[in-house]
């Protein structure tokens, strides 16, 4: 079967534009290629579409694109990736464009935020025929496989696969997502040859760089999947199941030489949930990058801060390491651990932090806070604000909380009546007055605070992170506008 695979392009309001390699797609197009199908990936954040104006242009400019491939490469099977919420309005456009011009056509798209809503999403938009759930290597290679033997098709068929949203006689049926892959190694490797790597170099003149090696772009590695935690507000489990599991050693570090040796890259990121869970793994995999000799710098935008030790950190220097990001929720204890269930101390923080200053001239350090929690008050926000003073990290983020479907925050918002801003619960799956990015809204109101209270502490932190990222940019030789401060969308943050 020929299969069309879409990254759909960022909205205009969405202002970090630094885009990776569409990881989803290629894993999900190695396993179709493992199958015997033919893939083509069509990435319209390479067509740079939000320089041809508004959201309206840009989205014409895509369609026209979306079209064209279609035209060209004649698939019998489209499939849309929708990573995060901010991005569902731009995904269900398309595919209500596509299914017009080319209506016999499946659609199929898969994500965080369609796993999170699969239901919802199939009643009211009649464009889209499957939702594929969390992981789907299997899933959607056995969809596939299923819509492709049209000619002595099995009716019950699309009843045996394991995480897949569809419609039957009418109804929306959801075979709910039971079963993960375990062996990781055993998964087809990304077809990278479906991409132009070049494509995706962008302007990283002032990004922190230690070592002066040429960076070009990201190279973004999974080398891990999922997380053994149960924070509250977090939807990891929901996606992609409980538990940890990870490749091994050799098998990750040869895809680092692929690229190393294959396109001369030199820049790498482990966009795993938890990087550092499993000391005995990191060492050997910053052996290993030692022992084969490849210079090169890499970075860990979330790792396990709780298991930072001097070893770990000695290892990870000496490997490459440039930027780190400690996720550590909040300065308030009571917040942290007991209502979070981030199981964090405070003194681990301390000593994660301190660890990072040992190299402060070769590392780049962020952290992740939120705020707004319904157990907050304005002694706990007090804790946060003298945490962020007190770790002094290059880059600190504070996020306003938000509570998505199948978390233990979202069932407490519910049962409390906690949500704000009238939000139609019944139509949040939409992403329009929900799921709002840049921390220009508070979605819960504590038990204990006024919204006013939230909004002057959110202005008073604002003001401390403008200061702080200034003046840590500045002693370390980068200019204030290289900063990029993210609008982030939320859907995308685990523990």
Request: net charge negative.
């Amino acid at each position: 079967m020929k299969v069309l695979l879409i990254n759909p392009h960022y909205p205009n309001w969405i202002v970090n534009k630094e885009f990776l390699l569409p990881l989803n797609l290629l894993y999900l197009a190695g396993a179709l290629k493992a199958a015997g199908h033919d893939t083509d990936i069509l990435d319209l954040n390479v067509y740079k579409p939000w320089l041809k104006g508004n959201d309206n242009d840009s989205s014409s400019y895509c369609q026209s694109l979306v079209e064209k491939q279609i035209i060209d490469s004649k698939p019998m099977l489209v499939g849309i990736g929708c990573m995060f919420s901010g991005s569902f309005p731009v995904v269900l456009e398309y595919t209500r464009k596509i299914k017009e011009k080319f209506p016999d056509i499946p659609i199929v798209i898969g994500g965080i935020h369609p796993t999170l809503y699969s239901t919802q999403i199939l009643q009211h938009c009649s464009s889209i025929d499957y939702v594929i759930l969390g992981e789907g290597e299997e899933s959607f290679t056995q969809l596939v496989k299923l819509l492709a033997n049209h000619d002595n098709p099995d009716p019950a068929g699309i009843e045996k696969i394991d995480g897949v949203t569809f419609r039957q006689n009418g109804e929306v049926v959801t075979n709910k997502k039971t079963h993960y892959i375990k062996n990781l190694d055993g998964i087809p490797s990304p077809p990278y040859e479906l991409v132009d790597i070049k494509s995706y170099y962008h302007d990283t003149s002032g990004w922190f760089n230690p070592r002066g090696m040429p960076i070009n772009a990201t190279i973004p590695l999974l080398s891990s999947r999922s997380c053994p935690n149960l924070c509250n507000f977090c939807v990891a489990a929901n996606v992609m199941g409980r538990g940890w599991r990870y490749r091994s050693v050799h098998n990750i570090v040869d895809e680092i030489e692929y690229f190393y040796n294959l396109h001369d890259h030199r820049h790498f990121s482990f966009i795993d949930d938890n990087f550092t869970l499993k000391k005995s793994r990191v060492l050997a995999i910053c052996n290993e990058i030692v022992k084969r000799n490849l210079k090169l710098q890499f970075e860990t935008p979330n790792v396990a801060t709780a298991t930072l030790d001097e070893e770990v950190m000695d290892a990870m220097i000496g490997a490459g390491l440039t930027r780190i990001g400690l996720a550590i929720e909040s300065g308030s204890d009571f917040i942290r651990n007991k209502i979070i269930n981030k199981r964090l101390s405070r003194d681990s923080i301390m000593n994660a932090v301190q660890l990072t200053k040992k190299y402060k001239d070769l590392l780049y350090v962020k952290a992740f806070f939120i705020i707004g929690m319904p157990e907050e008050t304005t002694t706990t926000l007090m804790d946060t604000y003298d945490m962020i003073k007190d770790i002094d990290v290059d880059e600190p983020y504070v996020n306003n909380i938000m509570p998505f479907p199948g978390t233990a925050l979202f069932e407490q918002a519910l049962r409390d009546g906690l949500f704000l801003n009238n939000i139609d619960l019944e139509n949040i799956w939409k992403m329009e007055a929900f799921h709002v990015v840049g921390n220009k809204t508070f979605y819960l109101k504590p038990y204990n605070m006024t919204v006013e209270e939230l909004v002057d502490f959110r202005r008073k932190v604002d003001n401390l992170l403008d200061t702080m990222i200034k003046r840590k940019l500045e002693s370390k030789g980068m200019f204030h506008h290289t900063y990029r401060k993210k609008e982030q969308d939320f859907s995308a943050m685990s523990c």
